[in-house]
């Protein structure tokens, strides 16, 4: 007869569930909580940079702070939410806003089809490839103020635009001023905007399988339908998330507007960045400013909500905690 031994009590016995160490001691409260006492540092530099300015901001915009005022902000009269309501009754904010949604929408809605098109275009091997590819990032590498005051140049009355289109017989209109001045920012933005979307669809393409491509060649596949079913589910997850960040940066472009427009902006081009702008250190009216601040974040918050969505880790695990 056997006698059946008890599995060691050691130091190399399996480690036990309920949370204990290979040694069978359990975890104290401070080891369980380790990574986020990792994380404090980042935590306080966050708080820094980011609580602190929005706190202060969401103070100032409860004060009636202005030139007046400014020397002693603290002792500023409160207010409460007035600022806000004048802020939708009594300035530009509505319309603003209606124009920042339009000129962003529209502007992306025109770069993704551009850089995808442009990252098909270059993905197989020709001649010059490089050379096409470097020409291609040149709108996106170059700083916004010499994008802004180059077009700003060129569309002035007497400038390089208006005089190719008096030799061909066509009146011009007035670029920087007027209903044409909305359509001059939305052709501005995408000449500087679409190479980013040509950056993250060529990024999508590359990690297309070269086995995909031989058996949809030996299938037969003809070249829109290899576009539809091969390529175009690899493209989907980085074009959806260049979308939503090119839709931040079109709301959050002030450089661009205030270059070719300057300060105050014409009516037909007042985006929430330079109306905020000019209510602040133009009007010097900083309460309001900080209310007008605080309701564009709620707004550059929404599309933010889906990219955090989009972005967001995988955990590998399913509903129920389960593996």
């Known amino acids: 007869m056997t006698v059946r031994k008890n599995a060691p009590q050691g130091r190399n016995a399996a480690p036990s569930s309920g949370g204990t160490t290979p040694a069978g001691r359990r975890r104290t409260v401070s080891e369980r909580n380790r990574p986020l006492w990792l994380l404090t540092p980042g935590a306080l530099l966050i708080g820094l940079i980011i609580a602190v300015p929005l706190a202060l901001g969401v103070y100032i915009s409860m004060l009636q702070l202005d030139q007046y005022t400014i020397r002693k902000w603290v002792s500023a009269p409160f207010i409460g939410l007035k600022n806000f309501v004048e802020a939708f009754t009594g300035t530009d904010l509505v319309h603003a806003f209606f124009n920042s949604v339009s000129f962003s929408v529209i502007a992306t809605l025109i770069t993704v089809p551009i850089g995808v098109y442009a990252a098909l275009a270059t993905q197989n091997r020709f001649g010059g490839r490089s050379l096409v590819r470097s020409l291609f990032l040149v709108p996106y590498v170059l700083p916004s103020f010499v994008v802004g005051t180059f077009w700003r140049t060129m569309l002035q009355p007497d400038g390089i635009v208006n005089k190719f289109l008096s030799g061909l017989g066509i009146a011009p209109p007035q670029w920087l001023y007027g209903p044409a001045s909305y359509w001059v920012l939305i052709a501005v933005e995408v000449w500087a905007a679409w190479p980013f979307i ?59 507007a205030f270059l070719l427009f300057g300060v105050p902006a014409p009516t037909d081009v007042q985006l929430l960045p330079t109306l905020v702008y000019s209510m602040s250190f133009t009007s010097l009216r900083f309460g309001m400013g900080a209310a007008m601040a605080l309701l564009s974040l709620v707004l550059i918050a929404l599309p933010l909500f889906f990219y955090l969505r989009a972005v967001r880790l995988d955990t590998g695990t399913e509903k129920g905690g389960k593996r």
């Open 198 to 256: 040509y950056l993250m669809a060529l990024a999508g393409l590359q990690s297309v399988d070269q086995e995909v491509h031989e058996a949809a060649a030996i299938d037969g596949a003809l070249w829109w339908t290899k576009l539809r079913y091969v390529i175009f589910p690899y493209l989907k997850g980085p074009v959806a998330l260049a979308f939503l960040i090119a839709t931040l940066h079109h709301l959050n472009n002030f450089t661009l």
